[in-house]
């Protein structure tokens, strides 16, 4: 079972991020810094400031996430 949430540390990058949701799907990522977790970052709010011709592709097979097109 893939985990709920995935983990980032809070000097990682925004491409690294962004990889992060790549590979884990839409789900929040936990910030770390060290072992104190101190945010998280909710894939809605990244994806609402995020412009639609910058957002990547959803997941296949993950209903509910629409396509490309779909407006958020």
């Known amino acids: 079972m893939d985990p709920l949430t995935c983990r980032l ?3 990682d990058s925004l491409e690294e991020a962004l990889a992060h949701y ?3 799907g839409p789900r929040p990522l936990l910030v770390f810094d060290g072992d104190d977790l101190i945010g998280v970052l909710y ?3 990244v994806l ?3 412009p ?3 957002r990547p592709p ?4 993950i209903p ?5 097109t779909e407006r958020l």
């Open 48 to 50: 609402a400031a995020t």
């Open 9 to 11: 540390r809070a000097e």
């Open 43 to 45: 894939p809605e709010y």
């Open 22 to 24: 790549r590979g884990c």
């Open 58 to 61: 959803p997941p296949a097979g």
């Open 64 to 68: 509910g996430t629409g396509s490309s």
């Open 52 to 54: 639609a011709s910058d």
